[in-house]
């Protein structure tokens, strides 16, 4: 099956690894779901999240490498899991 995320996690060294590079497809809409929950990079700073800053902005980039790895733009998860709330694009 590939890697399950929570057993890459614990690795400690949040890099992406041969192991976690295959991820079925269940996994990755649960992936993308959590996603969608997760503050964005620009919003994690030592006000809100105290100590705690730098390991979950290293948690949040860790899941966005994992996304585009699987050639997702995490900047567009939102929209793929919500498209109702999301808005209407541009372009």
């Given at each position: ?17 041969s192991a ?40 949040v980039n ?5 996304l585009a ?23």
């Open positions: 099956m590939g890697c399950v995320l929570a057993d890459s996690w614990l690795c400690k060294s949040f890099t992406l690894t976690c590079l295959m991820i079925d497809d269940d996994t990755l809409t649960a992936l993308k779901t959590a996603f969608t929950f997760m503050p964005q990079p620009v919003e994690v700073n030592r006000y809100d999240y105290g100590d705690d800053a730098e390991r979950v902005l290293a948690q860790f899941v966005r490498e994992v790895h699987h050639g997702i733009d995490p900047e567009e998860v939102a929209g793929d899991i919500n498209p109702e709330s999301s808005p209407n694009s541009c372009y």
